[in-house]
């Protein structure tokens, strides 16, 4: 049974979703070149669909990423004939066959401009601006290419992605960048995040400017310079390890990892005094699970579009974030009293093809 893909507002200018995905049965298939080989496609796929990659994280079993969805009407309204060719570009790897798409559009727009023009254009930019579409060409890509590499047959990824659809706030965004961030860190791979070179935080350290974008939009600077960022890289880097503090317990190997106490006070000696209170731990199934994160009025609004779909008779929507112990934040499903959202097979809503 299909669970509710719970969606943005299609009004809004854009949605940001946090996406998972595993590799089936658990396996270490992303290691070393391979993990390369997704995130070139990944690349790839962003500028085709006109996505925007805030963070990411690729672990050996599976990956997370925090994207940011354009408004889809308005997109591809943009969108003239010599981009859609250059988007077509990037994910086409045979020159005849684009030759063969750009002769078809000048025949169409020429003989056939009502009906059959417009109609040939919306079957590419369909694939374009919508999260569902995004998720499954890009595991689709990654999946023939490996398949290929390692001449084996059949589905590599597990089940269908994962998503949390986030309020646009500056709160939400960063604290969901620092939870993927800190995967590599809860893993026990490395002890710092910026020596984990398949994240977000790694590559904008190591001077990636789109990553750097990414980071500096979730401390709300939208457009900032290298100067700026150097001021957001400390203010991130004392959010990152005041998140990923360990717990008692933890740091003596009981559970998982987390960062030292000792490396904590040493970043917050470098870069100033922590002043959010550590409230929110890593380990927080919301993050992961929620269905969509945000404020009181948010969340109302995201449920009153997917009640008939959720198929629940609760008359509110938000839920507390009991065990994150933070008032402004409301959930779509209350996670520690394991109450999942039920699924639904007659929904007629934006559930999208994944």
Not at 313 to 335: C, F, I, N, T, Y
Request: with cysteine; charged share 30%; glycine share 10%.
């Amino acid at each position: 049974m299909r669970a509710i893909r719970i969606k943005g507002e299609p009004g809004a200018a854009s949605n940001c979703y946090h996406v998972m995905s595993r590799i089936i049965e658990g396996r270490f298939v992303l290691e070393g070149p391979v993990k390369e080989k997704f995130r070139e496609l990944l690349e790839i796929q962003c500028g085709f669909a006109g996505v925007e990659l805030i963070t990411f994280c690729l672990m050996s079993n599976h990956i997370h990423l925090l994207i940011e969805v354009p408004n889809a009407e308005e997109h591809r309204a943009a969108i003239d004939d010599a981009e859609l060719l250059r988007r077509l570009a990037l994910v086409t790897t045979s020159e005849e066959q684009l030759i063969g798409v750009r002769q078809m559009l000048a025949r169409m727009k020429e003989q056939c401009p009502e009906k059959g023009y417009p109609e040939y254009r919306q079957r590419f930019l369909n694939r374009m601006a919508d999260v569902s579409m995004f998720m499954k060409e890009l595991k689709q890509r990654f999946t023939q290419w490996y398949n290929k590499q390692v001449r084996r047959k059949g589905p590599l990824w597990e089940d269908r992605f994962k998503s949390v659809l986030l309020e646009n706030d500056e709160t939400v965004l960063l604290t969901m960048a620092a939870y993927i961030d800190l995967n590599p860190v809860r893993a026990g791979i490395v002890e710092d995040p910026k020596d984990y070179r398949w994240s977000g935080y790694g590559e904008a350290v190591a001077g990636n400017r789109a990553r750097r974008r990414g980071l500096m939009r979730v401390l709300g600077v939208e457009h900032g310079s290298p100067q700026q960022w150097r001021t957001c890289q400390a203010q991130y880097r004392l959010y990152l390890y005041g998140f990923g503090e360990a717990e008692a317990g933890e740091a003596a190997g009981q559970g998982r990892a987390g960062i030292r106490e000792e490396s904590v006070e040493k970043v917050a000696r470098q870069g100033g005094q922590l002043s959010l209170a550590q409230v929110v731990r890593v380990r927080v199934r919301y993050f992961s699970e929620g269905l969509a994160l945000g404020s009181e009025a948010f969340i109302e609004e995201v449920f009153a579009r997917h009640r008939e779909g959720m198929r629940v008779k609760r008359e509110q929507g938000a839920r507390p974030l009991k065990s994150l112990g933070m008032e402004r934040w409301r959930g779509l499903v209350d996670l520690r009293e394991g109450r999942p959202v039920k699924p639904c097979l007659t929904y007629l809503g934006p559930i999208g093809i994944d």
